[in-house]
């Protein structure tokens, strides 16, 4: 039903939206509603209107809960079982009489807060800003133009015009509707599409019987229609809504919770050791005040303090470099799962091909195949040509009823370089226009009366005409759909029955054109039909008029990413709606090996039971003719069998398999609104290549963390060894509790936070996937951290007791002993950097901020060794210039021993550098 053009209200009743927007909607003709909007149908607003409205009702979006403040991000930096035990420490100092020790616990652990804070905040806002750039957008008609707009700039009185796919970006009132059903749940919880329709309902009618209305918030699952909004952002209905789900939290990531777990863990073994040192002195009769400091400096060693932050920026550069890469992350617990991904289910066409679809085959019932063959860009013009040579078209029979049929059942426009609606209908009217059919024409002379829009499931595109002679319904679709409901065919004069020997040869004329890796697309038409029956009415009364052939290259940059996926451990697998001789043809261009057994078609999916499906899987590579249901138990079946899937979508019923996936990843480009919303991570360019970069930086995130997991916890464990051995052996502690505070935040904290700056090793994509249920310590990581914390741990005690042993007062022998475990984990960031390369490698010192850290911490250690107030607060002494370098060749002793693991490592493999069975260890 479709309203005309309302007249405009008279000059005495100006549009006032204060009141007029408080109208029961829904209870209204369509045609008041165009009247108390002030606005044409056909027209739309004008530039005046919206810039008035614009600035009455502002920017259509929902009001945002505010960002975090810094209290609050203070507060939650304080709730860390970490700060617990640093504030115990502080507290039995200063019981112990040690203010000074207190004072420098209680400024350490507010430096360290105030950091984490002022990181967390930064990222935070970095990730606002990348999910600002995966912009809704509408379509609306104004100043008589159909035009696309940001959702943020539709106002009152906008006409939108929506079909399947579409989010709804306002609430609206219906003015047409053609077969139209909208999906509500996330208004009303209802889980079953809704017809819609453009009459009137009653008053009271709740949210979810109000069939003539269009809420913000919803989707379309079916059909086109128009609609006039009646209210935008906080006015609409979600947005009345929206108060209820202010306060939520983002829940952690599983990385973040596996931190979480790991400091718990720490917490309690800081605990357990606090009091094993106490029952050690209480044994050895060693005075209760001296326990008690080497017990609080135990407690202050175990506290790995610059992990949360580190984690924090982690995540947020690997959000950054990500987007520098076309991949815009919209949850966070993506960038860590896109690196242990084992299979990425993709679609073909956009992702592994251009999306630049051109019809490049003919073939008619009457005359074969002709190849389509296009001049040169801006030409507009295209041969045919046969097997005998070029055709000119108006010799070809049956050709001018086929570009009729494909320019009648098409819902796009082009007008020269503007391309508006779906690539594969643009593609059928450039090759209308260049074979010298006026488009606007054909159109004109046989206006749409009716419709029944594509629908994946279905797989064909029906439209009624009215013409001169009666009623005409043009249908296109997948070639066997179409041969289901055809009973004849078109010889250029007249119809002619089909028979099997015709049906045989049309299913091997599309065969042929699949083998090719062209999209088939096959038409029909028939004459005094109605469309109200749907596929049923149409069965045997259609009339065949030939098939057309598109192709949609691949990538050029697909092959090579591909390879690298398969090299990586990631097996991809094509998921198209293709025929599966096409998918095949394309499979085998981009690189996926698919033999016969390893395609499977959605018909032959939809027979499978679970137990079936399950074995099948392993050996997929192609799935052809797939329906968007179908995806969703590919899915299930992967996950089943153990696998983190990735899957790519772009229409309206891809969502639940987006959300079902490890990894949902949407089109940016020509994904719907429903399908972003849905997924974690929006390709800003709709290429594989862009998923496979994702997967690697995913990888440096999670080798990064890990590497900063090792270098922390080799320090953490170096220091209680070395206390307690001390004690053990008879001596006095080797450092104080605020020196080893000083390491822990001073010297680590110089290049802690640096150490996830690290760039990619090159041989991320040369690995296994990671679990990502593997925990933050894995087995590869314990021989290296074995290694690295008896090296440090002995360099510093023997330097200790070695000075003690000389007569050296015990101040100074402390102070160098700091000193020492200062340089050694200088040497040791260089360690943790990689498993297998070396750390002299030239490579390695592509991190400049890593450089810029090891240079300030030379600076920071001298001050606090020379620099008289600095040295009272943490109990050191001055030291000779001579026995500073010393100290550094002795602790080189570090590097050396790790650079000996290393070189065994690189020589056993006899490769350099290799996968060493994790992100950070071999």
């Given at each position: 039903m479709t309203v005309e053009t309302a007249q405009h209200r008279r000059a005495n009743e100006p549009f006032d939206a204060r009141n007029d927007l408080a109208q029961p909607w829904h209870a209204l003709?369509?045609?008041?509603?165009?009247?108390?909007?002030?606005?044409?149908?056909?027209?739309?607003?004008?530039?005046?209107?919206?810039?008035?409205?614009?600035?009455?009702?502002?920017?259509?979006?929902?009001?945002?809960?505010?960002?975090?403040?810094?209290?609050?991000?203070?507060?939650?930096?304080?709730?860390?079982?970490?700060?617990?035990?640093?504030?115990?420490?502080?507290?039995?100092?200063?019981?112990?009489?040690?203010?000074?020790?207190?004072?420098?616990?209680?400024?350490?652990?507010?430096?360290?807060?105030?950091?984490?804070?002022?990181?967390?905040?930064?990222?935070?806002?970095?990730?606002?800003?990348?999910?600002?750039?995966?912009?809704?957008?509408?379509?609306?008609?104004?100043?008589?133009?159909?035009?696309?707009?940001?959702?943020?700039?539709?106002?009152?009185?906008?006409?939108?015009?929506?079909e399947a796919g579409d989010g709804i970006v306002a609430d609206a009132r219906l003015l047409e509707a053609a077969a139209l059903r909208v999906a509500e749940a996330a208004l009303t919880g209802e889980s079953v599409p809704v017809e819609k329709c453009v009459e009137p309902v009653d008053p009271a009618a709740a949210i979810g019987d109000r069939r003539c209305m269009l809420h913000a918030g919803t989707h379309v699952t079916a059909g086109r229609a128009r609609a006039v909004v009646v209210a935008?952002?906080?006015?609409?209905?979600?947005?009345?809504?929206?108060?209820?789900?202010?306060?939520?939290?983002?829940?952690?990531?599983?990385?973040?919770?596996?931190?979480?777990?790991?400091?718990?863990?720490?917490?309690?073994?800081?605990?357990?050791?606090?009091?094993?040192?106490?029952?050690?002195?209480?044994?050895?009769?060693?005075?209760?005040?001296?326990?008690?400091?080497?017990?609080?400096?135990?407690?202050?060693?175990?506290?790995?303090?610059?992990?949360?932050?580190?984690?924090?920026?982690?995540?947020?550069?690997?959000?950054?470099?990500?987007?520098?890469?076309?991949?815009?992350?919209?949850?966070?617990?993506?960038?860590?799962?896109?690196?242990?991904?084992?299979?990425?289910?993709?679609?073909?066409?956009?992702?592994?091909?251009?999306?630049?679809?051109?019809?490049?085959?003919?073939?008619?019932?009457?005359?074969?195949?002709?190849?389509?063959v296009h001049e040169v860009a801006g030409a507009d013009r295209a041969r045919l040509r046969s097997t005998t040579g070029t055709v000119p078209p108006s010799a070809v029979a049956g050709l001018e009823a086929l570009l009729e049929s494909a320019v009648l059942c098409n819902d796009a426009t082009v007008e020269g370089e503007t391309r508006v609606g779906d690539p594969t209908e643009t593609a059928l009217l450039i090759l209308a226009k260049e074979l010298d059919t006026d488009v606007a024409a054909v159109r004109a002379a046989a206006p749409r009366i009716a419709e029944i829009p594509f629908d994946p499931a279905a797989r064909y595109m029906a439209t009624e005409h009215r013409t001169p002679s009666g009623a005409r319904c043009h249908v296109k679709g997948a070639p066997e759909v179409i041969l289901e409901l055809c009973d004849r065919w078109f010889d250029?004069?007249?119809?002619?029955?089909?028979?099997?020997?015709?049906?045989?040869?049309?299913?091997?004329?599309?065969?042929?054109?699949?083998?090719?890796?062209?999209?088939?697309?096959?038409?029909?038409?028939?004459?005094?039909?109605?469309?109200?029956?749907?596929?049923?009415?149409?069965?045997?009364?259609?009339?065949?008029?030939?098939?057309?052939?598109?192709?949609?290259?691949?990538?050029?940059?697909?092959?090579?990413?591909?390879?690298?996926?398969?090299?990586?451990?990631?097996?991809?697998?094509?998921?198209?709606?293709?025929?599966?001789?096409?998918?095949?043809?394309?499979?085998?261009?981009?690189?996926?090996?698919?033999?016969?057994?390893?395609?499977?078609?959605?018909?032959?999916?939809?027979?499978?039971?679970?137990?079936?499906?399950d074995r099948r899987i392993e050996g997929a590579r192609v799935f052809s003719r797939v329906a968007p249901e179908h995806k969703l138990r590919i899915v299930e079946a992967l996950q089943r069998r153990g696998h983190v899937v990735a899957m790519t979508g772009d229409g309206v019923n891809d969502a639940p398999a987006l959300v079902r996936a490890d990894v949902g990843v949407a089109m940016g480009r020509t994904g719907t609104e429903v399908a972003r919303q849905a997924a974690d991570v929006v390709l800003a360019d709709d290429d594989f290549a862009t998923i496979v970069a994702a997967v690697e930086e995913g990888r440096v995130v999670r080798r990064n963390v890990e590497k900063v997991v090792l270098y922390l916890l080799s320090t953490s464990i170096a220091e209680v060894v070395v206390l307690t051995a001390a004690m053990l052996l008879g001596y006095g502690p080797p450092l104080a509790a605020v020196q080893i505070l000083w390491i822990n935040l001073v010297t680590e904290g110089t290049?802690?936070?640096?150490?996830?700056?690290?760039?990619?090793?090159?041989?991320?994509?040369?690995?296994?996937?990671?679990?990502?249920?593997?925990?933050?310590?894995?087995?590869?990581?314990?021989?290296?951290?074995?290694?690295?914390?008896?090296?440090?741990?002995?360099?510093?005690?023997?330097?200790?007791?070695?000075?003690?042993?000389?007569?050296?007062?015990?101040?100074?022998?402390?102070?160098?002993?700091?000193?020492?475990?200062?340089?050694?984990?200088?040497?040791?960031?260089?360690?943790?950097?990689?498993?297998v390369r070396s750390a002299l490698d030239p490579r390695l010192l592509a991190n400049r901020w890593l450089v810029g850290g090891l240079l300030l911490g030379n600076v920071l250690q001298a001050l606090v060794v020379y620099f008289r107030p600095l040295g009272e607060a943490f109990h050191t002494v001055p030291i000779g210039p001579a026995q500073f370098v010393l100290i550094g060749l002795v602790a080189s002793s570090v590097l050396w021993v790790e650079e000996l693991r290393k070189l065994v490592v690189r020589i056993s493999t006899r490769a350099t550098p290799v996968a060493d069975g994790g992100l950070a260890g071999a």
């Open positions: 003709e369509a045609s008041r509603v165009l009247e108390i909007l002030d606005v044409a149908a056909t027209t739309g607003l004008s530039g005046a209107q919206i810039r008035e409205r614009r600035l009455r009702h502002g920017p259509n979006r929902l009001p945002e809960p505010p960002p975090r403040g810094l209290l609050r991000l203070v507060l939650e930096q304080l709730r860390s079982p970490l700060v617990y035990l640093l504030g115990i420490a502080a507290l039995i100092a200063l019981v112990l009489g040690h203010r000074g020790d207190a004072a420098v616990i209680a400024v350490v652990v507010a430096l360290n807060t105030a950091i984490g804070a002022l990181q967390q905040g930064r990222a935070e806002r970095a990730l606002r800003a990348l999910r600002s750039l995966v912009v809704p957008r509408a379509r609306v008609i104004r100043d008589g133009h159909e035009t696309v707009i940001s959702a943020e700039d539709v106002v009152p009185g906008d006409v939108l015009v929506v935008t952002g906080a006015s609409s209905e979600i947005g009345k809504l929206a108060a209820l789900a202010e306060g939520t939290e983002r829940p952690p990531t599983p990385l973040e919770r596996r931190v979480g777990r790991f400091g718990r863990a720490v917490a309690i073994a800081a605990v357990v050791m606090f009091v094993i040192v106490n029952a050690i002195g209480a044994v050895r009769g060693l005075p209760p005040a001296e326990v008690l400091m080497v017990a609080l400096g135990q407690l202050v060693s175990m506290v790995p303090e610059g992990l949360p932050v580190a984690l924090t920026i982690a995540l947020a550069v690997g959000v950054q470099r990500m987007a520098r890469r076309n991949a815009i992350i919209r949850r966070l617990a993506a960038v860590e799962t896109l690196g242990s991904t084992t299979v990425i289910c993709t679609d073909k066409t956009g992702t592994l091909t251009r999306n630049e679809l051109r019809s490049v085959a003919l073939w008619l019932p009457g005359t074969g195949r002709l190849d389509v250029g004069e007249r119809d002619r029955p089909l028979d099997e020997p015709m049906r045989h040869k049309v299913g091997r004329a599309a065969e042929a054109m699949g083998e090719r890796a062209l999209r088939v697309l096959a038409f029909g038409r028939a004459d005094g039909c109605a469309l109200h029956d749907g596929a049923e009415g149409l069965r045997g009364r259609l009339t065949l008029l030939g098939l057309v052939g598109q192709i949609d290259p691949p990538r050029p940059e697909v092959p090579d990413a591909v390879a690298r996926a398969r090299q990586a451990g990631i097996r991809p697998v094509m998921v198209t709606g293709d025929h599966r001789v096409t998918a095949r043809a394309i499979a085998r261009q981009v690189g996926i090996d698919a033999d016969e057994q390893g395609v499977v078609e959605g018909r032959e999916l939809a027979s499978m039971d679970e137990a079936t499906l290049v802690t936070v640096n150490l996830v700056l690290d760039p990619g090793e090159g041989d991320e994509m040369r690995r296994p996937p990671v679990d990502p249920r593997a925990p933050l310590v894995g087995r590869h990581l314990l021989g290296r951290l074995a290694l690295l914390t008896s090296s440090i741990a002995a360099v510093t005690l023997l330097w200790f007791i070695g000075r003690i042993e000389s007569g050296v007062p015990a101040a100074q022998a402390r102070t160098e002993a700091f000193t020492v475990l200062a340089v050694c984990q200088w040497f040791n960031v260089l360690n943790c950097r990689s498993a």
